[in-house]
């Protein structure tokens, strides 16, 4: 389901938000959804994305620290 529609997401539950993040910066921030337009199986083009995600995710915890 989606996560900012879930009662968890509601309540602002941590593991919540990350996922939510993360979503966003997989189809913001990479060509994840190019890859599965492509035909990319949906696990492969996760696996091909990992460390975009964690690269954007370890920036912006450097800068909001």
Do not use: F, K, N
């Not at 879930?6 to 602002?12: E, F, N, T, V």
């Not at 083009?45 to 915890?61: F, G, K, N, S, Y």
């Amino acid at each position: 389901g989606r996560v900012g529609r879930s009662a968890a997401g509601r309540a602002l539950d941590p593991d919540a938000v990350t996922r939510a993040v993360i979503a966003s910066i997989r189809h913001q921030d990479t060509p994840y959804d190019e890859l599965l337009m492509s035909g990319v199986p949906r696990d492969e083009a996760r696996a091909q994305i990992r460390t975009a995600i964690d690269q954007v995710l370890e920036r912006w915890r450097r800068a909001g620290g």
